[in-house]
T-cell receptor, first 112, second 113 residues
Framework: AAGVIQSPRHLIKEKRETATLKCYPIPRHDTVYWYQQGPGQDPQFLISFYEKMQSDKGSIPDRFSAQQFSDYHSELNMSSLELGDSALYFC???????????FGQGTRLTVV | KQEVTQIPAALSVPEGENLVLNCSFTDSAIYNLQWFRQDPGKGLTSLLLIQSSQREQTSGRLNASLDKSSGRSTLYIAASQPGDSATYLCAVRHSGSARQLTFGSGTQLTVLP
């Protein structure tokens, strides 16, 4: 069965650079969530989209933005990267906002 | 604001033991609760989902219970195996319109052969 696909799996950027993370939800899933997991931390909710509209915002820095496209894939854009942005970024999808959330394998971002 | 707590933070047991992981949450207005497994540096694998109207769910050697009124859930693992070694996270889904997940900090389980 198709799962949530995230790309790239690993990314190394320098401080002040920009990064774009991509998420391809499970087919027919209309909701996408982004989470950030720092080293030794639990996942923290960043932002979510339902039917291509932003539905909720968590602890997402102003330097980050995200959107969901017409094909339901989502991109997380990160600018002016800081060392503290180094983390595992997860995307999850669900078929509506109440059902089981399925997570991708994550993108490991390292800022040097 | 919803807060999710997991106890213990770490647990080490010999192979074959039955064990219980605990999860508590402060706001009982949840839509559902999920238990996840995470291997080091890896993604999150959904283990069990309990809707707010349910009391428990079972999958193989795993059984999860939910007491919404007291804000508690337990994950019971029977006959533990070394392959069960991982971090187990519980997450509650809010009952509001967005329904994002709030995670606990996890229990790191080590099953010794």
């Amino acid at each position: 069965a198709a799962g949530v696909i995230q790309s790239p799996r690993h990314l190394i950027k320098e401080k002040r650079e920009t990064a774009t993370l991509k998420c391809y939800p499970i087919p027919r899933h209309d909701t996408v969530y982004w989470y950030q997991q720092g080293p030794g931390q639990d996942p923290q909710f960043l932002i979510s989209f339902y039917e291509k509209m932003q539905s909720d915002k968590g602890s997402i820095p102003d330097r980050f933005s995200a959107q969901q496209f017409s094909d339901y894939h989502s991109e997380l854009n990160m600018s002016s990267l800081e060392l503290g942005d180094s983390a595992l970024y997860f995307c999850a999808s669900s078929s509506n906002r109440g059902t089981r959330a399925f997570f991708g394998q994550g993108t490991r971002l390292t800022v040097v | 604001k919803q807060e999710v707590t997991q106890i213990p933070a770490a647990l080490s047991v010999p192979e074959g033991e039955n064990l219980v992981l605990n999860c508590s949450f402060t706001d009982s207005a949840i839509y559902n609760l999920q238990w996840f497994r995470q291997d080091p540096g890896k993604g999150l694998t959904s283990l069990l989902l309990i809707q707010s109207s349910q009391r428990e769910q079972t999958s193989g050697r795993l059984n999860a219970s939910l007491d919404k009124s007291s804000g508690r859930s337990t994950l019971y693992i029977a006959a533990s195996q070394p392959g069960d070694s991982a971090t187990y996270l519980c997450a509650v889904r809010h009952s509001g319109s967005a329904r994002q997940l709030t995670f606990g900090s996890g229990t790191q389980l080590t099953v010794l052969p």
